[in-house]
């Protein structure tokens, strides 16, 4: 079965950049849509954007042009950049895949999440 | 605020039904997913499309939804079940992929 770990730093300096990978095992990112989603400490569930592994990507506009993702096909994996972090970025980090068969579909499975800590 | 509106919390006795509700216009016309998420590991979705329950999700689990609201069931509720439960739609309108604020189940 498909499985995702996030790995990167876990403390990132204010107005630095956020940068994590997500290696996907037991099977291959092609054909597929990728998504990050985080979640702050206390708050909810944010979807931040996805992938498709052809490249092809929709980000949620609240980021602007902070976010950035791409796809490598030969490793499996797929990243995300998040650049000038503020304390607001602190939260766990997931990497997921977003469905897409009757429409958009759910978001599984979901990685074990990373804490990235925004702070000097 | 949230495009989809949940309840912060729903308190139910071991071996009675859970109800959670998700409130919002993309509900109608759109996909309802719900997530399962016990702090400290990762989400699990537990039903998808509305009403479709994944493989290895106990069948104490339904979904439904009328209108602009949707409802997830969890049947003789067990100790296990204490999470965080979050509704989940593409938001047509805007293009988003969106969370209501979630509801913890607490099991007395």
């Known amino acids: 079965q498909v499985q995702l770990r996030e790995s990167g730093p876990g403390l990132v300096k204010p107005s630095e950049t956020l940068s994590l990978v997500c290696t996907v095992s037991g099977g291959s990112i092609s054909g597929k849509y990728w998504s990050w989603i985080r979640q702050p400490p206390g708050k909810g569930l944010e979807w931040l954007g996805f992938i498709f592994y052809s490249g092809t990507t929709n980000y949620n506009p609240s980021l602007g042009s902070r976010i950035s993702m791409s796809v490598d096909m030969p490793n499996n994996q797929v990243s995300l950049k998040l650049t000038s972090v503020t304390a607001a970025d602190t939260a766990v980090y997931y990497c997921?895949?977003?469905?897409?068969?009757?429409?958009?579909?759910?978001?599984?499975?979901w990685g074990q999440g990373t804490l990235v800590t925004v702070s000097s | 605020s949230y495009v989809l509106t949940q309840p912060p919390s729903v308190s139910v006795a071991p071996g009675k039904t859970a109800r959670f509700s998700c409130e919002g216009d993309s509900v109608e016309s759109e996909s309802v997913h719900w997530y399962q998420h016990i702090p400290g590991q990762a989400p699990v979705v537990v039903i998808s499309?509305?009403?479709d329950r994944p493989s290895g999700i106990p069948e104490r689990f339904s979904g439904s939804k009328s209108g602009t609201t949707a409802t997830l069931i969890i049947s003789r509720v067990e100790a296990g079940d204490e999470a965080d439960y979050y509704c989940?739609?593409?938001?047509?309108?805007?293009?988003?992929?969106?969370f209501g604020g979630g509801t913890k189940l607490t099991v007395l």
């Open positions: 989940q739609v593409w938001d047509r309108d805007s293009d988003l992929w969106v």
């Open positions: 499309y509305n009403g």
């Open positions: 997921v895949r977003l469905h897409l068969e009757e429409g958009w579909g759910p978001f599984a499975p």
